[in-house]
């Protein structure tokens, strides 16, 4: 009997799917630690969730400058070197006697080190395939979903049992053990070792080291690159305020602080399967119009959240929603690669969440000093609706890649 070895590409997937799983389970768990810090500290709901949004900023803007890195020296130094820093962030937070210093604990450790480790793992997820470029990907990026589906339970369970110093320290020390475990498993594109896209036979003339495609200064020069920048900028204005503010929310309706945990992990289980489920859409609807309805489906689902005001509501809310942020961030990079190949594109992603950024910095905070000044969110909660429709049309506005190539190369 002949053994078959699996396609290496499989491994580069596993490999994105822990580094996304170890990161984002600690940047997700931010609403497990939401209270305590509230009561330790003595802070508003801005104060606290600018925490967040610290991280957020980062890890979505020093995506660009770690994808040109990774472009230059492949992904692992990066996927190891950033989770080691989300450990030593953790360990910083610890030790913290005044919120500020969680905002450079925290906010600069977790924020930089998903940063740089990010990008370079769904980049390198991408360069592996081609047609099976869907499905790896939604793979790999179900990683997010299940950091959120456990990184907010493990963390709210270890802060009853521990305290929340001592979970930010067991945090840190399962992620230098994720850093450890992707970093093993993360490789270059496969031209690097004699290899073809999808495990397909090399051509006659021997693979290229360099992929096809666009640079990054082609890109940016294009109406594709801009459509998805901006669209993707104005959705993260409210995309990411559920992951902050709806266990307060929660809370405030009288719903116990367990219950606005659980709603978090169903923001994770919905995710997850968003990420497989919108992945096989995109093969007969097409990536750039499944992209579009990400946007209007999110827009939707935050307009249920500002009248939702019982628990079966919010349950709806978190389970749909994040199908609907699962799918966006499955299929995000993939459009990207169908746009642009696979020459350079970790920085081309980075840039792309670049845009994000700037929503991510805003939206939670935004939200946050509205409930402090109003005490409601509902203003912001229809704000970042409203703009999540923009995105939409703006998406729906690009041209299919496959037409957009074709009169390129015309």
Known sequence: MTFVRPFAGWWVVAGAFLCMMTGYAVAYSFAAFFGALETEFGARRGETSLVFSI??????????????????????????????????????????????????????GVGVGVGLSYVPSIAAVQRWFIRRRGAASGLAV???????????????????ALGWRQTYLVLATLTVVGAIA?????????????????????????????????????????L??????????????????????????????????????????????????????????????????????MYVGAGVMLVIWSVST???????????FGAFYGGFVAIAPSLAADYFGGRALGSIIGALYSGVAFGALLGAPVAGYAYDFFGSYTGAILAGAALCLVSFAITLAMPEPGRWLAARRG
Do not use: C
């Open 142 to 160: 179900a990683g997010i979903g299940v950091g959120t589906l456990v990184g907010a339970p493990l963390a709210h369970e270890l802060i009853s």
């Open 55 to 108: 991280s957020a900023f980062l890890y979505f803007q020093l995506g660009f400058p770690a994808g040109l890195i990774a472009d230059r020296t492949g992904p692992r130094p990066l996927v190891v070197g950033g989770l080691l820093l989300v450990a030593l962030g953790l360990a910083a937070a610890s030790q913290a006697t005044a919120l500020w210093q969680i905002y450079l604990g925290y906010g600069l």
């Open 310 to 320: 019982s628990g079966p509501a919010l349950i709806v809310f978190a389970l749909v």
């Open 182 to 222: 992707s970093g093993i498993l993360v490789r270059p594109s496969p031209e690097h070792y004699g290899l073809a896209p999808d495990g397909d036979t090399p051509s006659p003339g021997g693979a290229s080291a360099i992929p096809a495609g666009h640079t990054l200064g082609q890109a940016m020069r294009s």
């Open 224 to 293: 594709p690159f801009w459509a998805i920048y901006v669209g993707a900028l104005m959705m993260s204005f409210g995309l990411f305020v559920p992951f902050v503010h709806l266990a307060p929310y929660a809370t405030d309706l009288g719903l116990g602080e367990g219950f606005g945990v659980l709603l978090i992990v169903l923001l994770g289980v919905g995710s997850t399967v968003g990420r497989f489920l919108f992945a096989s859409v995109t093969n007969w609807l097409g990536r750039r119009l499944s992209f579009s309805l």
